[in-house]
Structure formats: C-alpha cells, structure tokens
C-alpha cells in the first residue's frame, strides 16, 4: 500500500508477497486465496449457536457439567460447604467446640465428595462404550 509515499511492505505469506519473493515456476503453482479467505475466520451456525449437533471439536466442559453427571458430587459439594459455612460462624461466635465439630463434619463430607467422585468415575468407566465399537 503507498499512502503519501510510504511504501509498505506487503505481509510474509500473502498473495503480494509471494509474487516479489518466489521464481515464476513457483507462482505457478501457488494460487491466489485473496478471494477463498479473507481475515475473519467464518464459524459455522452449528457450532455458533450450540445448536446440539455433535460436531466432533470441542465438548463443552465445566465443573457444573461435569458435575450434574454425577448427582453425589454435587451432594459432597454442598455439604463440604455448610460444614464450611458453619464452621466459621462457630469460629466468629467463639464457639470452640461447635467448630471442632464442624471441622469433622466438613472432613467427612469430604471424604463423601471424593467417595463419590470416584465411584462415579468407575461406574462410567465400566459402562462406557466407544462410539466405534457400538456400530
């Protein structure tokens, strides 16, 4: 592009750059993809819009996701948090006893939440099938 006499040199890679850089056999072979893709990159409304299609990129993940497969993780969770929660209002209360005791409530609900995890884990494990293998 010259703009007030500057000349700036064209990108490494494009169509312009090629055509100063390479011998003419090897422009021949090189096409000119100006028109086929420009800078921004077209998404498919499939896989735009999360319309449900298994597409075969990326499987949407997440803790909740994840999470909502396996219903006693989500239990674990929610205990290990109220064990949490009443941990610290026995702790701002001065309550040295009702901590403790939610420390151990907290601990066993840990022990759940990882319990869970993992027979979760082996229960799918035993259970799944490879797509292939069920054609």
């Known amino acids: 592009m010259n ?13 312009e750059w090629k055509k100063e850089h390479m011998t003419p056999q090897q422009l021949a072979r090189t ?16 896989i735009g819009y999360h319309s449900g299609k298994n597409t075969g990129g990326a ?3 997440g803790v909740v996701s994840n999470a909502a497969s396996n219903p006693g993780v989500i239990l674990g969770m929610g205990l ?3 064990a949490l929660l009443g ?7 001065g309550d040295k006893v009702g901590a403790q005791k939610m ?11 990882v319990t869970a995890l993992v027979a979760g884990v082996t ?13």
């Open 80 to 82: 290990t948090t109220a």
């Open 103 to 113: 420390m151990q409530y907290r601990i066993m609900a840990q022990f759940f939440t």
């Open 3 to 15: 703009v007030a006499g500057v000349h700036e040199e064209p990108k490494k890679g494009s169509y």
């Open 59 to 61: 499987q949407k993940t």
């Open 31 to 46: 096409m000119d993809n100006a028109e086929k893709y420009n800078g921004i990159p077209a998404i498919p409304v499939d």
């Open 87 to 93: 941990m610290f209002k026995s702790s701002f209360l």
């Open 123 to 135: 229960i799918f494990g035993a259970t799944y099938e490879d797509e292939e293998h069920q054609k």
